[in-house]
C-alpha cells in the first residue's frame, strides 16, 4: 500500500493552508483545488492515486479488484467514472454455468461450501444478488453445482427422517446421518441455570452436543464461550460439532470426534 501523501500532480505533501496531507482522504481533498490537476488518477483512501490508464488495463472490475481487495470505493464510484468516460469497465458478466464454476473453484480451493458471505466480500465472485437472479436461492445454486447446500440458517423449522422437527437443516442433517438408529437421544435439554438449551443430550454416553452453525455475530461467539466454561466448571461432557464437521466427506463418527476432543 502507497503510504507516500502526497499530490498525484504537484507532488506537494502540504495542503494549501501548509498543513502536512495526513492520509489519501487529505490529499483528494487538495486535488480537488490543485491547479495543476489534470484529472488523470482517482484517489482510493486505501491505495492512494490510482491512474486511469491502470484501471482501463483490466478486462472487468472483478478482475480490477481482485489486484486492488481493500478497495474503498464502491460500484456507484465506476458507474460515475464510465458516465463521465474516464473508464470503460463493466461488471463481469455471469449466467448460470460461469455461477457454478466459480463456486466449484472457491469449494477446490478453501475446501468447503462458500456461503453468500464468501462471495459478497470477495470480487473474484458474483454477489449474492446476483446468484439469486440467476437461481431461485443460494442453496439452490450451491445444489446445482453438486455440493451440499449450506444449511447455516436458523429459524427454519425442518423436519428430520425421525419425524421430529428442528430448528434448522443442519440440525435436522445432523440427527439424519449421526444420531438416528445410533443412539438415544433428547432435543433441547435445559442447562441447570435454566438459561440456556443443549441441543442434543446422548443419555448412553452421557454427552451433551452443541451444533456450531458459525453464526458470525459478536453475541452468539460470546454465548457459546460462556457455555463451554459453564460445562468445564460443572464437569459436563460438551462436544461442540462445527457445520463443517458435520457436512465433511468422508463422515465421522460421534465417537471419533469424542476423541479428538478429548472427552473420552
Not at 74 to 79: L, Y
Request: aromatic share 16%.
Amino acid at each position: 500500500m502507497n503510504t507516500d501523501y502526497k499530490c498525484p500532480y504537484c507532488k506537494s505533501k502540504y495542503t494549501s493552508s501548509n498543513k502536512l496531507l495526513k492520509n489519501w482522504k487529505s490529499v483528494r481533498a487538495h486535488t480537488s483545488n490543485c491547479k495543476l490537476n489534470t484529472k488523470e488518477f482517482t484517489i482510493c483512501e486505501y491505495y492512494g492515486p490510482i491512474s486511469f490508464t491502470t484501471i482501463n488495463s483490466y478486462t472487468n472490475i472483478a478482475s480490477f479488484k481482485k489486484d486492488y481487495p481493500y478497495l474503498s470505493f464502491s460500484e456507484g464510484i465506476f458507474k460515475q467514472l464510465r458516465k463521465h468516460n474516464k473508464i470503460k469497465l463493466k461488471e463481469q458478466s455471469w449466467d448460470t454455468e460461469s455461477i457454478i464454476k466459480a463456486i466449484l473453484e472457491f469449494y477446490t480451493t478453501e475446501k468447503y461450501v462458500p456461503t453468500a458471505r464468501n462471495f459478497d466480500s470477495n470480487p473474484k465472485y458474483p454477489s449474492r444478488t446476483t446468484v439469486t437472479k440467476y437461481f431461485e436461492s443460494w442453496n439452490t445454486a450451491i445444489e446445482a453445482a453438486g455440493l451440499i447446500s449450506n444449511f447455516s440458517t436458523y429459524g427454519k423449522t425442518v423436519t428430520a427422517k425421525d419425524g421430529n422437527k428442528y430448528r434448522s437443516a443442519l440440525e435436522a442433517h445432523f440427527v439424519n446421518e449421526f444420531l438416528m438408529n445410533k443412539y438415544e437421544y433428547n432435543y433441547e435439554v435445559f442447562y441447570p441455570n435454566k438459561l440456556w438449551l443443549y441441543d442434543f443430550y446422548l443419555p448412553k454416553l452421557d454427552l451433551y452436543i452443541e451444533v456450531n452453525g458459525l453464526i458470525d455475530t459478536p453475541e452468539y461467539a460470546q454465548k457459546l464461550k460462556d457455555k463451554i466454561s459453564f460445562n468445564k466448571k460443572e464437569k459436563r461432557n460438551l462436544l461442540v460439532i462445527s457445520k463443517y464437521e458435520i457436512y465433511a466427506s468422508p463422515k465421522r463418527e460421534i465417537t471419533d470426534l469424542i476423541k479428538n476432543a478429548d472427552l473420552l
